[in-house]
Structures are given as structure tokens and as C-alpha cells.
């Protein structure tokens, strides 16, 4: 059995595979180890990869060390089965590529856009040729209402509301909850229409934390999946065993 770890800036999440198919997932809360030995203790490892955006990685491949023999820290210099024209590579966050990865496995020949709505929100485009190459990089929900409480005297810090869709609020609360989420999905509707324009075959694939949030209000055709970045390291951690 496989095991993909994603080490996020709020949570470990952890997924176990059977070659290419996912068998369990699991969240910790960033730092926490003990859950994580337990979830491994009780499942045979054969190969292990791990990625990070902020963690240093070492508690975890310490443990990981008792468990299993191949241990695959996901970098710059990991070999991948796409061709990564990205310019910096060595400054792309470790939850970009693999998604776009588990996209192209999923949709092989097809130019894909993949959206990952989380502490930020991500685009990445592959080409039909299986190019990678790049995409942007925006607030997400929670940054935005955090930006406008932090930078104001006086505006209040508001949560999203999954179930808020007016246009105009009748408050302060409301006119938050309007400007953030209706903009954000206007931003991503956007988005897609350019990329649309360039590339008319377009595949759109969705993941992050507020996927459920974006999937209910955008009108373009796509495809959700939340489990996309542990889907693409796993695909990853078999290409380079």
C-alpha cells in the first residue's frame, strides 16, 4: 500500500492507495503526529511520498523510516511524468503540480485548467501536450475577509456563508459577505472564460477546501474532485519508484 501525505498550513492530510486507487483519507491538524503513527501502524507501507508548503518534513519521515523502505520527498527535482516549463520551479508550492498531474491522468490529451480553492486560490493549466505551464495565484475566501478586517478601523470580521448569494446586502455583515464571495466567484468565472477563449476543448477541474462553495455557483461545465493533490502524488510517488 501506498501512502501520500500533503502537509498543508492548517492540516496534514493523508490518503492511502492501492496503486492507483484511494482507499482512505485522513486530516490531522498541522504538527500532530500521533494520529498520523496510529493511521500507519495499523497499514502495511510499502512506498510513501510527502509534500509541503510550509512544514518541515523531518518529524514526519523520521516515523515514516520505521514503516516503510521508499520515501519520496516531493521537490523541484522530483522526476514527473509532464514537462514543467514553469519558470521558477524551484519556488512552486508542493500542492500545484500534483493536481494538475491526477487532472492529466484523468483527462489525457485535453488541455486542463485546475482550480484549487483554498488558503488560496490556484489556477494551473497544462496543455494537451502535456506541458505545465503555470497558471496564478489569488486570495481565498477566508484571506479576503481576513485583508478587510486587519486593513479597516472598523469592518468586522466575517465568516463565508455557504448559503449567502445576494447581490446587494442590507448591512455590513451582508455587504461583506456579497463583496468577498460574489466577487471570488466572479474572479473565477472570469478566469475560466479567458482560458476558454484560448483553449475552446478546455477541461476544468476543481479542488481545495472551499471546492463545495465554488461548484454550486459556477455556471461553466467542471469536474470536482477534492482528493486531486493526493491522487497526483500518488501517480508521482509510482513514477519515480
Keep these: 500500500m501506498n501512502v501520500a501525505i500533503d502537509m498543508g498550513n492548517t492540516r496534514i492530510k493523508v490518503g492511502l492507495f492501492e496503486k492507483n486507487e484511494l482507499k482512505k483519507i485522513d486530516f490531522f491538524p498541522a504538527g500532530s ?8 501502524t495499523y497499514n502495511s507501507i510499502e512506498k510513501a511520498v510527502i509534500s509541503t508548503v510550509t512544514i518541515d518534513t ?3 519521515v523520521d516515523l515514516l523510516k520505521v514503516k516503510t523502505g521508499f520515501i519520496l520527498e516531493y521537490n523541484s527535482q522530483t522526476l514527473l511524468p509532464i514537462k514543467n516549463l514553469y519558470k521558477t520551479p524551484h519556488t512552486l508550492g508542493g500542492d ?16 486542463v485548467l485546475v482550480i484549487d480553492a483554498g488558503t488560496c486560490i490556484k489556477y494551473n493549466f497544462l ?16 484571506m479576503r475577509f481576513k485583508a478587510l478586517h486587519t486593513f479597516t478601523a472598523r469592518l468586522p470580521l466575517v465568516e463565508p456563508d455557504q448559503e449567502y448569494d445576494k447581490l446587494i446586502g442590507g448591512d455590513t455583515h451582508e455587504s461583506i459577505l ?11 468565472e472570469g478566469i475560466i472564460n479567458r482560458y476558454k477563449q484560448q483553449y475552446p476543448e478546455l477541461k476544468i477541474m476543481l479542488t481545495g477546501g472551499d ?13 470536482a474532485d477534492p482528493y486531486l493533490v493526493l491522487k497526483g502524488l500518488n501517480i508521482i510517488l509510482n513514477y519515480n519508484a
Design 33 to 40: 503526529l500521533g494520529e498520523l503513527n496510529g493511521l500507519l
Design 58 to 60: 523531518k518529524p514526519v
Design 96 to 111: 500545484r503540480i500534483p493536481p494538475v498531474i491526477a487532472a492529466w491522468a484523468q483527462f489525457p490529451d485535453s488541455d
Design 127 to 142: 496543455n494537451k501536450a502535456g506541458e505545465y505551464l503555470g497558471g496564478a495565484i489569488s486570495p481565498g475566501l477566508a
Design 178 to 188: 456579497s463583496g468577498v464571495q460574489t466577487a471570488a466567484v466572479a474572479e473565477v
Design 211 to 223: 471546492q463545495a462553495f465554488f461548484e454550486k455557483r459556477l455556471k461553466n461545465a467542471i469536474f
